[in-house]
């Protein structure tokens, strides 16, 4: 696997305080909201497939992640 749970928790985590920051200084651009929504949930499935990982699952963000249900997508 190219990139592990953990660094993509990271990498969203990154990308969403970023977009708060902006927000934060009344520069928000009109995807924002929409994106900070997507992230959230994305760190939601992360953190479940780390738990998982932590107990002993194997998983695989191909499989377990990119190849989710996405409430966004329907």
Do not use: C, P
């Not at 928790?9 to 927000?23: D, H, V, Y």
């Not at 499935?45 to 990119?66: H, I, K, M, Q, T």
């Amino acid at each position: 696997m190219a990139e592990s749970v953990l660094s993509k928790i990271q990498e969203l985590s990154e990308e969403r305080e970023k977009i708060l920051a902006r927000e934060g200084s009344h520069h928000a651009e009109s995807g924002d909201g929409g994106r900070i929504q997507t992230i959230d949930h994305d760190l939601q499935v992360l953190w479940d497939l780390r738990r998982r990982e932590l107990a002993g699952d194997s998983v695989s963000l191909d499989e377990d992640f990119y190849d989710r249900y996405d409430k966004y997508n329907g």
